[in-house]
């Protein structure tokens, strides 16, 4: 009888089959009750298969040895001896215990050492030392796995100076090669920063004696990130730790949690604790391993007076009314009285960010105690919060640190709504509230450029305040503002101004990269919403730090240049200057009625092609003219497609008998393809003998079976009311796709209306396509026929 026939009759190994399944989907067990059970029943079921053994002893480690074993979680085993048994005799002991692990399909991690071979395999090793400090006896004799915790722990607290930070190391290379658990929307709950490595990490600092982390809050957060693995490891049946999108809404309902978005922003505030707790401690490991160098020379950096018996007294250096640096943080001065001074928290968080220091959490504790502000708020106080804005990169850790003890919430009771709240557009890649505070900081270094840098800084923090309520977030948020403006202190005037920027954060982005520029509605919608030159300044301003803070699909050169351009319209338009009331557009240059000309004499394609325009990245332009005939938008959009270049814009035009397309265009890798060879493609899409459809077509079966699970929302085609007096406006909205805009152009074509001009924005993986139409005779289209074409489009962009 083969091994494995042994262990399928076996009912030892049947009965922990059974009762391992009892637990995990019958018993009315869950959280740490379930882990500490699993481990429990899987105690008995590997004691008995080792069975009466002299000399030797099963030790659980890791997870395991903790106790915390989830559903699908590795067996971390260690098979001790004490060498007198030969090997022979070992191997058969290791091979009664792990054949039936392997039969039952579970995963094991084990080895098989004697003391002293462990203890050397842990001083070679990091990993494995962390995993002895967790060992735990399951059976066999107890005094090999007492006498090798011993050992383990006297080691990890000898060698701790050396091993503390090649520790760190350790969590920080985790860290940059799985990024911060809290902001990833498919966050892995072992290995990312913030998740169970990091807090397993911080047990091994406590048991060093040298540091230990803060305990409030992290033990919760620890069991709701172990909990979160359990329940996505019942729904999956896999051993896996990455939550992903596809089973959130199944994890969340297994933990009684209203939906993915509350799964989340728990699992974010669990990693937001884990983290800020390492990061404390890991500032406090290396201020002690500091202190312990008995360096002269170390000491004089670190500064500080002799007492008695050669204690060195940390320097205090007084930073600001009751704020003084000490050791490298920013702590309270001893005559601090925060009960007596309501505008201390932001002094000395402004003072820490201005210096670029952290926050010391003792004194973020004691101010938590501070009075609270007056309504409105003293001049000082909103100068602190301004200074604490415009400070830069400084700025990130110690808002987290008044966060971490609640102190942003109490002084804007409406953060607490935005924080620790997901975004689900893939273009973000921050968390709402870190999104307001990156834009700060990406503000701090415009704040040159504009008259009012306060409101400037202001406006970043709060332009994303309504997001998560009821309705148009811009909407929701401008009247937070109003409420928030008189409270922090701020007149009439700058509420207004306020106001009106966060109800207006995202128009120039989308107006500028979705509208036509030439048409003087697109400049009169700017100008009738901001009022003011002074207020276009900042939300110029706000948009570009609103957009780098957002992520890098959300900002180029090329959205940079049609941002100015139209900041530069509106501008002039405010200080009085002539708008242009143009229903046609502009002449041809010179250049382009020559190329009209040619396409007409050859009766063929004519393709130009130019270099890069200053600032505007890797934008090129390409000027296509063709005789008139149908179907030349959509074939030209799909060669462009097929040639893998980006469409940043397009304008179309009739000239004399020729077609005239003026696109602006860029490379998705490498430089663009010579205009021949555009030219060769374009000449043989038009006369049928290139299959554009076809080609796409593939392309997007390959796009797509790379993204075999991913499920998206269908296309919407809207039309943009008033936004423009001499052509209907629609807008595309759809999943980025290669080829959509030769879709679009076909659907168009096919639908028998003239495109006089189209404009392309593409975020992430939405694309939002913008195209002026008219009737064949120049002239707009009705309310119902613009309202038939949307819904034409949607049929066939389906």
């Known amino acids: 009888m083969t091994r494995t026939e042994a262990a399928a009759t076996d009912p030892g190994a049947g009965g922990y089959a059974a009762a391992r399944l ?48 989830s559903p699908r979680s590795d067996l971390d085993v260690l098979l001790l001896h004490d060498g007198r048994t030969g090997a022979p005799g070992i191997a058969a002991v290791a091979d009664r215990v792990w054949y039936p692990v392997w039969d039952m399909g579970l995963a094991l991690d084990h080895s098989v050492r004697t003391p002293a071979e ?5 001083a070679g090793d990091l990993k494995a ?134 799964l989340l922003r728990g699992v974010y505030e669990a990693a937001r604790t884990v983290s800020y707790a390492a990061d404390i401690t890991w500032r406090e490991v290396g201020r002690v391993l500091r202190s312990r160098s008995g360096r002269p020379r170390l000491r004089r950096i670190l500064g500080g007076r002799g007492g008695r018996g050669g204690f060195v007294e940390p320097e205090r250096i007084p930073l600001a009314e009751g704020v003084v640096e000490q050791d490298g943080e920013v702590v309270l001065a001893r005559t601090a009285r925060p009960d007596h001074d309501p505008a201390l928290p932001l002094r000395a968080a402004a003072t820490a960010a201005q210096a670029g220091l952290p926050l010391s959490r003792h004194a973020v504790r004691r101010m938590a105690g501070a009075a609270p502000l007056p309504v409105p708020w003293p001049a000082e106080a909103r100068e602190q919060l301004v ?76 332009h994303d305040i309504g997001k998560g309520r009821p309705g148009d977030h811009s909407m929701a948020g401008e009247a937070l503002t109003r409420d928030i403006g008189p409270r922090l202190g701020l007149g009439d005037a700058d509420t207004d101004v306020l106001a009106t920027l966060v109800r207006h954060h995202l128009l120039l982005a989308e107006t500028a990269t979705r509208r036509d520029l030439d048409d003087p509605a697109t400049v009169r919608t700017v100008t009738d919403a901001v009022g003011c030159a002074g207020t276009l300044e900042l939300l110029h301003a706000l948009t570009e730090a609103d957009a780098l803070a957002t992520g890098p699909a959300a900002w180029s050169g090329w959205r940079a240049s049609l941002v100015a351009d139209l900041v530069r319209r509106a501008a002039a338009a405010l200080a009085g200057g002539p708008v242009e009331e143009r229903t046609e557009p502009a002449p041809p240059t010179a250049a382009k009625e020559r190329l009209a000309a040619e396409a007409l004499r050859t009766a063929g394609p004519v393709v130009a092609l130019s270099a890069p325009r200053e600032g505007v990245g890797d934008t090129v332009e390409l000027t296509v003219a063709v005789p008139d005939q149908p179907g030349v938008l959509p074939a030209t959009a799909g060669v462009l497609a097929l040639h893998r270049l980006t469409v940043r814009a397009a304008e179309l035009r009739g000239m004399g008998g020729a077609l005239l397309l003026h696109w602006r265009v860029a490379a998705e890798y490498g430089a663009p393809p010579e205009a021949a060879l555009l030219r060769g493609d374009l000449v043989r899409a038009l006369n049928g003998t290139l299959d554009i459809a076809g080609r796409l077509a593939e392309r997007e079966t ?42 679009i152009g076909r659907a168009l074509e096919d639908a028998g209306v003239w495109v006089r001009s189209a404009h392309v924005s593409t975020l992430g993986a939405s694309a939002v396509d913008t195209v002026y139409v008219t009737r064949g005779d120049g002239s707009a289209l009705t309310e119902a026929e613009a309202g038939a074409l949307a819904k034409t489009m949607e049929d066939a962009l389906q």
């Open 387 to 462: 200074t604490l804005l415009g400070a830069g990169e400084s700025t990130v850790p110690v808002w987290e640190a008044l966060e971490a003890e609640g102190l942003v919430s109490r002084l804007l009771p409406e953060w607490e709504h935005v924080r620790c709240r997901p975004q689900r557009n893939p273009v973000h890649r921050w968390t709402v509230d870190r999104h307001l505070i990156e834009t700060a900081v990406r503000a701090s270094a415009l704040t040159r450029g504009v008259g009012r840098p306060d409101l400037l800084l202001l406006a970043a923090l709060l």
């Open 118 to 122: 462990a203890r050397r395999t842990a």
């Open 702 to 743: 390959a796009y797509r079976g790379r993204r075999r699970n991913a499920v998206h929302a269908p296309a919407r085609v809207t039309v943009a009311a008033g936004g423009s007096r001499a052509a209907t406006v629609l807008e595309v909205r759809a999943q980025d796709a290669p080829g959509l805009l030769h879709r």
């Open 22 to 69: 009892r637990l995990l989907h019958e018993a009315p067990l869950s959280g740490a009750p379930l882990r500490a059970g699993l481990a429990h029943l899987t105690d008995q079921w590997l004691s008995g298969l080792l069975g009466p053994s002299q000399g030797v002893a099963l030790v659980a480690v890791g997870g395991y040895g903790r106790g915390e074993l």
């Open 129 to 262: 030392h962390l995993g002895l400090l967790d060992a735990r006896h399951i059976a066999g004799d107890p005094a090999l796995t007492t006498a090798l915790r011993a050992t383990a722990y006297e080691d990890w607290r000898t060698q701790a100076p050396s091993r503390l930070p090649e520790l760190r190391e350790l969590c920080e290379e985790r860290a940059r090669r799985q990024g911060e658990l809290r902001f990833l929307l498919e966050p892995d709950l072992k290995e990312a920063r913030g998740g169970l490595r990091d807090a397993t990490a911080l047990r091994a600092v406590a048991a060093s004696w040298l540091a230990d982390a803060p305990r409030e809050g992290l033990e919760h957060a620890r069991s709701l990130l172990l909990d979160t693995r359990d329940a996505l490891h019942l729904a999956t049946g896999r051993a896996t730790d990455r939550l992903a999108l596809q089973e959130q809404d199944q994890v969340a309902t297994s933990l009684g949690l209203a939906g993915a978005d509350a």
